[in-house]
């Protein structure tokens, strides 16, 4: 059993107050928790002494959370308490990491995790900044937005479609028609492509370099980016590409700039591509890493480039836990 906590404030203490609030902070829970409302087993509410008017219980109730068993309780007045406050307790028998939420003038009580921060990890292919940006992502209990699936997603459509993917035109005329987008399934994301799950078929040798050469066009650079900095702007997230620390988030709260020899980074996604089951020879696989660090860091657009302030983590020597733990000191000793 998986308990997701909330709380959310009142303007006033008036019924249509109160059924606002309860609605507004049900969904969002339902929302950033990826679940369905039948999924919740029970709700449990508290309300500060302030609030007389209306039941939370009976106000979910009516917003449509019928199946859970509901209760509501009112809490003992509390000098300099908050005032006219709605606490919440979900209870779901569903194994996920719970994201908290906490709304209107309730986010006073918990700004560890109401103060939205971006974390921004740069670096060249086999670098180890996904692995790590997932990991931290997960013990921040944050999102993680995955940039290069969506270039990769784009890249996957052009060469289903026939299109030349160096061709910029023609890119553009076929992303005029596709849906993409971005989900999360117990803290995992997915990548859709109109509508299509294609979170495995992106990871395919041949869609790497495809994705590269997709990237350098800007159009499909600023149009993919506008959609990253939106969830930026809405949730705490670890980031990794190329450009986020210098482009996509110039302003993110931390900036780590990862890097290796070709032969480290080439040997990890060797090793990560046979445990998928890709036949892959290692020294095409190494001049490719060189051939598409070359084309990143030369494109005209947003080149790949360590930010000034990006922390520089040299990651041949270093494993996983290492790098992890070296990122996390750094947020922690500038927090």
Known sequence: MVVIRGATTIAADTKEEIQKSVTELLEQIVSRNNLKREELVSIVFSSTSDIHSYYPAK???????????????????IEGGLALCIRTMIFVEKNISPHHVYL????????????????????????????VAKLLARDYNILYLDTGAMYRACALKALEAGVEVADEAA????????????????????????????????????????ASTVSKH???????????????????????GR??????????????????????????????????????????????????????????????RRADDAVLVDT?????????????????ENT
Request: charged residues 30%; aromatic residues 6%; hydrophobic residues 40%.
């Open 218 to 240: 800007p159009s499909v650079r600023l149009h993919l980016v506008e959609k990253q900095r939106e969830i930026a702007g809405k949730f705490s997230c670890v980031l990794d």
């Open 171 to 210: 890119i553009v005329s076929l992303m005029r028609d596709v849906r993409l987008d971005v989900a999360y399934e117990n803290g995992t994301q997915k990548t859709l492509l109109d509508g299509r799950d294609v979170s495995e078929d992106i990871r395919r040798p041949e869609i790497s370099m495809a």
């Open 59 to 77: 106000a979910a109730r009516e917003a449509g959370f019928e199946s859970a068993s509901l209760f509501s309780a009112q809490e003992p007045e």
């Open 104 to 131: 209107r003038g309730a986010k006073v009580l918990r700004r560890d995790i109401t103060d939205i921060y971006n974390v921004a990890i740069d670096g060249p292919a086999g670098s180890g900044k996904s692995t």
């Open 316 to 332: 041949s020597n270093m494993t996983i836990e290492e790098v992890v733990a070296t990122v996390k000191k750094f947020i922690q």
């Open 243 to 304: 450009d986020i620390g210098t482009f996509v988030l110039p302003d993110a709260a931390y900036k780590f700039f990862l890097t290796a020899t070709p032969e480290v980074r080439a040997k990890r996604r060797y090793e990560e591509l046979l445990a998928k089951g890709h036949a892959v020879d290692f020294e095409e696989l190494k001049a490719e890493i060189i051939r598409r660090n070359e084309q990143d860091s030369t494109r005209a657009l947003a080149p790949l």
